[in-house]
Nanobody, 124 residues
């Protein structure tokens, strides 16, 4: 059974950094692209980043370009999202997700398999 499990969320001050993790069970990362999607309270989901399966190329939404870095550790079958210069905002839920394509085909918010989410709050 395929499962995505996020971790690493929490409370951070504006300008701070945090790293999220997405542990993948049931499939090897080489075969699937994994995306990060966030959702603010009362708003639609927003694609943040994606890493392709075959060559681990990272893609980013304009809003996070140069501040966020997506990466993976094949030995741990885990995807990371390093977030720097975080901006003040209410709690967002961050999800990792896939729809079994090998390539990202852009930074998207629509997938068919999701983790449970991890919450990030940026507040002073």
């Amino acid at each position: 059974q395929v499962q995505l499990v996020e971790s690493g969320g929490g409370l951070v001050q504006p300008g701070g950094s945090l790293r999220l993790s997405c542990k993948i069970f049931g499939v090897t990362m080489d075969y699937v692209a994994i995306g990060w999607v966030r959702q603010a309270p009362g708003k639609e989901r927003e694609g943040v980043s994606c890493i392709s399966g075959s060559d681990a190329t990272g893609y980013y939404a304009d809003s996070v370009e140069a501040r966020f870095t997506i990466s993976r550790d094949n030995s741990k079958n885990t995807i990371y999202l390093q977030m720097n210069s975080l901006q003040l905002k209410a709690a967002d839920l961050y999800y990792c997700a896939t729809d079994w394509r090998n390539h990202c085909e852009g930074v998207r918010a629509k997938y068919n398999t999701w983790g449970q989410g991890t919450q990030l709050t940026v507040s002073s």
